[in-house]
């Protein structure tokens, strides 16, 4: 408490750089947790601008990272990608061959 008869509320910085060093440790991001959140507790305007970061994060995120991958309508003649948020991704494959053996003429196929 401090002499006002408040409890003390740390900034969350020494848990943040904690999990830092640790990216992968669920304590540490635990703990990271725990401050903000009693942080929040306590001031208003912390707890707003947490709250707004929390949504924008949610958004960028996406459905809480669900991702739902369908192929249907029969044989698939290219690559066929399922994931989610790809980027920068190209592909280069040889054209059909025909059964007399030639490469075919097909729409898209490469001369």
């Known amino acids: 408490m401090d002499g006002g008869g408040n409890v003390a509320v740390g900034s969350g910085e020494p848990e943040l750089m904690a999990l830092a060093q640790t990216p992968t440790d669920a304590s540490r991001a635990e703990a990271l947790s725990d401050a903000l959140a009693a942080r929040a507790a306590v001031d208003d305007e912390f707890r707003a601008a947490l709250s707004q970061w929390h949504e924008g994060a949610r958004l960028v995120r996406g ?5 739902q991958n ?15 948020d790809f980027s920068g ?3 280069s ?6 059964p007399g053996g030639a490469a075919s003429d097909a729409p898209g196929a490469p001369h």
Request: avoid cysteine.
């Open 63 to 67: 459905e809480d990272g669900h991702v």
């Open 70 to 84: 369908n192929v249907s309508g029969g044989t698939q003649n290219a690559p066929v990608l399922q994931g989610r």
């Open 89 to 91: 991704t190209s592909f």
């Open 93 to 98: 494959f040889a054209p059909p061959i025909s």
